[in-house]
């Protein structure tokens, strides 16, 4: 294998960013972790980690169905039932983990039964072998408790826990970790999905230890009640704080946005994030601008899976 065929590659994240970065990835590497956040408390997820006591499946099953290849089955997967009462909002795909799970005797295990369903090219492990509780401490020094809280309280976050802290990683993401040739911290929300997708135990250690490039891609817009007013080296301060001096480079999209896209953003509270490139670079980080989003904006600002796993892939090559 050569070039970016060779590459062992471990993303962290969850919500729509990760799965966004499986897709461009999974056909252009040859090796492909991803770690996924286990913190959801809302919607279908949160209902089944209520119920059954499951971990939240939800983040799981939108990367599972990025690096599937059974496509028919991922769609089945992925659909929601709309109708109803006790099936109204689940996916199908969260409810066959949870089975999975409980029929394995353990959600890892369960969920490594349904990447071998749909034929996953590559790894999806929780970040956590149980799920984790989110405890966030906001700038004016309230706590709240639970992912779904986040955005009702809208406070500037300036520190998540989990619980219970000694929640221990699986041991194949630690293996993924010091085998990988580079590490990707996804877009996405930073406070309930990114970073939690580090904490559990053993992974800020693994990443300590890392030798090579980790790349963090920068989100384009700020997010009302977790990063309102952020520029992106608030945002690397952040994973500094929580997961240590890890990032070696920064990616950025350049380019500009329709207003009217812009004026959707702004009324809901979201603003372009700054990018401060003189702050970036007095970090230590290098910066690393394109143009990663898609051109179809009818869904909001995204970005686009094959220009994002390019410029993860050249990054990386640089460092090899």
Same mark, same amino acid.
């Given at each position: 294998?050569?070039?970016?065929?060779?590459?062992?590659?471990?993303?962290?994240?969850?919500?729509?960013?990760?799965?966004?970065?499986?897709?461009?990835?999974?056909?252009?590497?040859?090796?492909?972790?991803a770690?996924?956040?286990?913190?959801?408390d809302?919607g279908?997820?949160?209902?089944?980690?209520?119920?059954?006591?499951?971990?939240?499946?939800?983040?799981?099953?939108?990367c !599972?169905?990025?690096?599937?290849?059974?496509?028919?089955?991922?769609e089945?997967?992925?659909?929601?039932?709309?109708?109803?009462?006790?099936?109204?909002?689940?996916?199908?795909?969260?409810?066959?983990?949870?089975?999975?799970?409980?029929m394995?005797?353990?959600?890892?295990?369960?969920?490594?039964?349904?990447?071998?369903?749909?034929?996953?090219?590559?790894?999806?492990?929780?970040?956590a072998?149980e799920?984790?509780?989110?405890?966030?401490r906001?700038?004016?020094?309230?706590?709240?408790?639970?992912?779904s809280?986040?955005?009702?309280?809208?406070?500037?976050?300036?520190? /998540?826990?989990?619980?219970?802290e000694?929640?221990?990683?699986?041991?194949?993401?630690?293996?993924?970790?010091?085998?990988?040739?580079?590490?990707?911290?996804?877009?996405?929300?930073?406070?309930?999905?990114?970073?939690?997708?580090?904490?559990?135990?053993?992974v800020?250690?693994? !990443?300590?230890?890392?030798?090579?490039?980790?790349?963090?891609?920068?989100?384009v817009?700020t997010?009302?009640?977790?990063?309102?007013?952020?520029?992106?080296?608030?945002?690397?301060?952040?994973?500094?704080?929580?997961?240590?001096?890890? /990032?070696?480079?920064?990616?950025?999209?350049?380019?500009?946005?329709?207003?009217?896209?812009l004026?959707?953003?702004?009324?809901?509270?979201?603003?372009?994030?700054?990018?401060?490139?003189?702050?970036?670079?007095?970090?230590?980080?290098?910066?690393?601008?394109a143009?990663?989003?898609?051109?179809? +904006?009818?869904?909001?600002?995204?970005?686009?899976p094959?220009?994002?796993?390019?410029?993860?892939?050249?990054?990386?090559?640089? +460092?090899?």
């Amino acid at each position: 294998m050569s070039g970016t065929q060779s590459l062992r590659v471990v993303a962290f994240g969850g919500g729509t960013g990760l799965p966004v970065l499986l897709r461009g990835l999974k056909d252009r590497v040859g090796d492909l972790t991803a770690v996924v956040t286990v913190a959801d408390d809302g919607g279908s997820s949160g209902r089944l980690r209520q119920e059954l006591g499951v971990a939240p499946p939800g983040d799981v099953r939108n990367c !599972l169905v990025a690096l599937a290849e059974r496509q028919r089955l991922a769609e089945v997967f992925n659909y929601r039932f709309e109708g109803g009462r006790d099936l109204r909002d689940h996916s199908v795909g969260n409810i066959i983990i949870a089975a999975l799970a409980d029929m394995a005797g353990g959600f890892c295990e369960g969920v490594e039964q349904a990447a071998r369903f749909l034929r996953t090219k590559g790894r999806v492990y929780p970040a956590a072998r149980e799920s984790l509780t989110l405890v966030v401490r906001h700038e004016d020094g309230t706590i709240t408790r639970g992912e779904s809280v986040v955005r009702k309280v809208d406070k500037r976050v300036s520190e /998540v826990m989990v619980e219970p802290e000694q929640a221990e990683a699986p041991p194949g993401i630690i293996e993924a970790v010091r085998r990988a040739d580079v590490v990707v911290l996804s877009a996405g929300s930073l406070f309930t999905s990114t970073i939690p997708a580090m904490l559990g135990g053993g992974v800020r250690e693994a !990443l300590a230890e890392f030798s090579g490039p980790v790349l963090y891609v920068a989100n384009v817009m700020t997010q009302p009640g977790e990063t309102a007013g952020f520029t992106v080296s608030d945002h690397l301060r952040a994973i500094v704080d929580h997961a240590g001096p890890i /990032v070696t480079e920064v990616l950025v999209h350049t380019g500009d946005l329709p207003q009217e896209l812009l004026a959707r953003y702004e009324a809901e509270g979201a603003t372009p994030t700054r990018v401060d490139r003189e702050a970036i670079e007095a970090m230590g980080v290098r910066m690393r601008g394109a143009d990663l989003l898609a051109a179809d +904006y009818s869904a909001g600002v995204r970005h686009d899976p094959d220009k994002l796993a390019r410029e993860v892939c050249a990054s990386a090559l640089v +460092y090899l």
